[in-house]
């Protein structure tokens, strides 16, 4: 019997549901221009599983709904465990997606790991079909489950895990320390559906893949998951690992690297070791990171554009300097201003995530963000409504107010980001409001005659404009229609 490791697809939702997030800031549809992302997270713990010599399958059925279909007509019937990494937007759904196997196969052993199930475990093993949950860090965990249940072994003592006992009340094991970043096998690509290349606007060269060289944030904004999630130190991996993860990138047959570190800026060390090795080796991959605009300077900046790095991707959040403490990001607007422009002045493209409906917003709050996003010339934008995730200390107060929240799983993938998420405990506007500003920011800062020019005049392949050009459309059609 195997493993399956199954990334689901969801009827009547699109093929661009972004669920590598293990911290549950997942994100699909128009907004995002329709950005496709290449599984990192169920890929470490499917490979890890598979180093037991146990037999692995990783099933993106989103990108391979052909092989879903072959799977429901054999009933299931070579799988012994379904794997699936869960965030509270898409818990409903994973849900019904077990129920599907279970009605098909009941001897199939359901197995939900993610930010949900680590968050709010008793909500996860209530529901019958939900056989064990891996609560944070996944990988050794759900090596150990897959032994075990598959051998028929005791797992009373192991750790990271819960279930529902024969009482009927949630068991829950000791929790797993958190494993030495260098101990993570290289992700097995080869587990990608064959012939899929994913989309997103953000990248300039296909094939594109993604890889994670940390885990954490020093940071402690109030609506992150991350910090609780993987513990409050910051590990990374060395420069010597990341590199051998890049040659057999570069190796496989890929062009570009979206880098999926929380933030990859911390370590400016062994950053500058990473992208030194980078430019000697000629690697020539392209490639892309998330920063804080705190933990960057001029000369990582240069460095990371010499080593192939053309975007740079930054939590914003706001315009508001007020806001910003009210989100305890540790960040200024000031800070913003200066590294936009640095980035701007060594080449380096710019994203701003930002964040709207937060505590103190306001219209006039709102109008001055986008109004900011433009002003420090941000290549792309986001505008996304503030949403509480379970595992947050915004979900705490949140349920403090409003305690029929429960484990928050009426957020769903549908909603997400779009759509008002009890808004008015948390700021004075209301979720309809707020919807409307989201749609708004996104017309103010896109449809504009000069901005469409200065981004027309930066494309450098053919490739690279065929891919604007579908990401602008995307952006475009949410802009006019606040349809996702």
Known sequence: MKVLFLKPIYEGMGKNIVRDFVYGCWC???????????????????????????????????????????????????????????????????????????????????????????????????????DYIVLREPEQTLQELAVA??????????????????????????????????????????????????????????????????????????????PFFYGKQYRFRSAEKVMEEFRQIKALGYREVFIRDETFTTNKKRNMEICQSMIKENLGLSWIANGRVDLIDLDALKLM??????????????????????????TSTAQARLVFKWAKDVGLDTHAHMVIGGPGETRETIANSVKFVKEIKASTASFGILTPYPGTPLFDMVVKKHPEIYDGSESTMDNLHTEGFFSEAICSMSGDELSQEVTTAYRKFYLRPVYLLERLLSVRSFNELMIKIVGGLNIFSFSLTGNK
């Open 305 to 330: 554009k010499q080593a192939g790095c053309h975007l740079i991707k930054f939590g914003v959040e706001t315009g508001n300097d007020e806001i910003l403490k009210n989100y305890k990001k540790g």
């Open 28 to 130: 699909n549809g128009r907004r995002i221009g329709g950005m496709q992302m290449p599984p990192i997270n169920e890929l470490y713990c499917a490979t890890h599983v598979a180093n037991a010599n146990v037999e692995t399958e990783f099933l993106d059925a989103q990108s391979n709904p052909q092989r879903w279909t072959t799977l429901k007509k054999t009933r299931f019937d070579s799988i012994g465990i379904v794997v699936i990494m869960c965030s509270t937007q898409s818990f409903r759904d994973d849900c019904r997606i077990i129920r599907e196997i279970k009605e098909k196969n009941q001897n199939v052993k359901a197995v939900l790991f993610g930010s949900h199930p680590t968050f709010m475990p008793e909500f996860c093993v209530r529901e019958e079909e939900v």
């Open 149 to 226: 249940l598959l051998n028929n072994e005791s797992i009373d003592e192991l750790p990271g895990i819960a279930y529902q006992g024969g009482n009927k009340e949630m068991v829950m094991n000791v929790d797993r320390p958190f494993m030495k970043m260098d101990d993570l096998p290289i992700p097995d690509r080869t587990l990608l559906p064959e012939g899929i290349d994913y989309f997103n606007p953000a990248v300039k060269r296909v094939p594109y893949t993604t890889m994670q060289t940390s885990r954490g944030c020093p940071g402690r904004c109030i609506f992150c998951t991350s």
